[in-house]
């Protein structure tokens, strides 16, 4: 650790962490944080990618119309803003577009809006962000003399597709090293093959295009999908926020306004808990379209108003998700024969399709059991699964198939269809099967703390210098902090929250606990936290924030 105190000039608490993260030697700490595209594997590597840039090309010599088939949550929905980007800019042609409504069509390709598309004179479809498992349906697309191109990161069926060219680092047959990638992240690597190919190409007379243009929405696209902070994708979410920092494009600016953050101090967090979640709530209460627009507009008057709409439906999914949370903990708390059920299915005739996969994570946080959300829609329920630990809900599922019209998933969460009278049958086979697959309960995840400090000692540098470990997110978790006997004021924010006014070292700082507000009595005294240190922007003004994780009365030691 002194190596990289005296060789890189780190404070002690980053070399500390970069030293539990396995970066021991000052190389390996300088190659992390320079995480680097020149690293980045040969995109050539990654199956059918030459035929799937032949194809394209081809098609933009022959002015064949040419339709990406997006999907509605934000890896969707940047992809299919990243791709339709690059071919307005390079080629001065702008591709049709087409993402399924959630609520009428669901997810992936179907066979209504193939055939819509293949009568309007589409001749090569592109899917992104889906398809890796469409098999009937891209076989109906060939039916229909379609080529399609699969763009797509989720796991692959057995048989595979019979696509034109399959895009995916989960095929058996494909050899890019790098299996993290988020759709938009294999988005990204056909531009730059496209690139490649139009060095040589006669037909081509303008500049070569700059596939790093993008890499703001590849970042989003990547981050909000939960992708992990390593490899590639660190390098792609480095690249992202800088550039979003420096130059952000028109429909990303209103989105910062109106999401109150600035671009001087995006991070990658931003990206995932205010710029994300306001595009998926178009994709969750309505429709897609409006992100995708807001995201490729330029227009300023024009994308100001698409984000003022979208906020005003993150704040509807928002009051419609805190709704449901409250009747679903109420309908459990209330009844019974829910006491001792191995999992609990909830369902509700008001309830929003498009909330529940949301409002079943906090079941299953609260009771620690399998959750299945399922919300009326006529003569049918539709709903979402999470799982804890020791249940694969999706092997559960299989014993309850013929009880399902529809259904899919994998370990920890799932989505279904089934006809409401079969709704008690469903209750009792899942109980079963849940007892059925039932592994050993590894129980709730412990709280990991990377380090100690006194919260008198922290200083604005070591906070900068921390940064400098980022981008934090799946796979490169934020740095926690513990420090004891903080002594500070506390009040409550919208009657649920908990914000402690306090010092670290000459600095006065808020510590913000989400959803801890039952603790404020707690802060008479003196309470121990652990948290995450940050330095917030807000209109020129810089603040130290420590999120907090967690909170406790002090067991003594003063900060």
């Not at 002194?2 to 060789?7: I, P, R, Y």
């Not at 030459?50 to 394209?56: E, G, H, N, S, V």
């Not at 006194?454 to 490169?476: C, H, I, K, M, Y």
Request: hydrophobic share 40%; net charge negative.
């Amino acid at each position: 650790m002194s190596d990289l105190v005296d060789t890189l000039g780190l404070p002690s608490i980053v070399a500390r962490l970069a030293v539990q993260r396995g970066l021991g030697t000052p190389e390996d700490v300088t190659a992390f944080m320079q995480a680097s595209l020149g690293d980045m594997p040969d995109p050539a590597t990654m199956a059918d990618i030459d035929r799937a840039a032949d194809r394209l090309l081809a098609a933009v010599q022959a002015g064949e119309k040419i339709t990406i088939y997006g999907d509605y949550d934000v890896d969707g929905v940047t992809s299919t803003a990243v791709l339709w980007l690059f071919f307005r800019d390079t080629f001065g042609i702008e591709l049709d577009t087409y993402i399924p409504h959630r609520l009428r069509e669901g997810y992936g390709l179907n066979r209504d809006a193939i055939d819509h598309l293949a009568d309007g004179g589409t001749q090569v479809l592109v899917t992104v962000d889906n398809g890796s498992s469409a098999v009937d349906e891209i076989a109906h697309a060939r039916a229909r003399g379609l080529d399609v191109i699969i763009v797509d990161h989720h796991q692959v069926s057995d048989p595979e597709p019979a696509a034109y060219a399959h895009l995916n680092p989960h095929r058996r047959t494909c050899g890019f090293p790098d299996r993290d990638l988020a759709a938009v992240g294999v988005a990204f690597l056909v531009l730059v093959q496209i690139r490649r190919k139009l060095r040589g190409a006669t037909f081509f007379q303008g500049p070569l295009p700059r596939p790093d243009h993008y890499l703001d929405l590849v970042a989003l696209g990547t981050v909000a999908d939960v992708a992990p902070l390593r490899g590639l994708n660190r390098a792609i979410v480095r690249y992202g926020v800088n550039r979003i920092r420096s130059v952000p494009r028109t429909g990303v600016q209103a989105l910062m306004d109106v999401s109150r953050c600035t671009a001087e101090s995006l991070t990658a967090r931003d990206l995932g808990f205010r710029l994300g979640p306001r595009i998926n709530a178009a994709g969750r209460l309505d429709d897609a379209t409006r992100g995708l627009r807001l995201l490729i507009g330029e227009e300023r008057s024009v994308v100001r108003e698409l984000a003022e709409q979208v906020e005003v439906q993150n704040q509807e999914r928002r009051q419609i998700q805190q709704r449901m949370i409250e009747e679903a903990l109420a309908m459990v708390s209330e009844d019974t024969l829910l006491a001792d059920a191995p999992a609990l299915v909830l369902a509700g005739d008001d309830w929003h399709p498009g909330v529940v996969g949301i409002v079943a994570s906090r079941v299953v946080e609260t009771f620690h059991r399998p959750a299945i959300l399922l919300a009326r829609d006529g003569n049918i329920y539709k709903g979402s699964a999470r799982s804890t630990g020791d249940v694969n809900i999706k092997a559960a599922l299989d014993g309850c198939a013929h009880l399902l019209m529809r259904y899919g998933g994998h370990v920890a969460a799932a989505g279904m269809t089934l006809r409401v009278d079969a709704l008690d049958a469903f209750r009792t086979a899942l109980a079963a099967e849940v007892e059925r697959v039932r592994g050993p309960d590894p129980g709730p995840p412990p709280l990991e703390i990377d380090g100690e400090v006194t919260l008198g000692s922290l200083r604005w540098a070591d906070v900068e210098a921390l940064e400098q470990l980022g981008p934090f997110g799946q796979g490169n978790p934020a740095p926690k902090l513990l420090s004891r006997g903080v002594l500070g004021k506390g009040r409550l924010l919208k009657g649920e929250h908990l914000k402690i006014f306090s010092r670290a070292g000459d600095s006065a700082c808020e510590a913000l606990a989400w959803n801890m507000g039952d603790c404020l009595s707690w802060c008479e005294g003196p309470v121990d936290l652990v948290y995450t240190p940050i330095i917030e922007s807000w209109r020129g003004r810089k603040r130290l924030v420590l999120k907090v994780a967690d909170i406790r009365p002090s067991t003594g030691g003063p900060s």
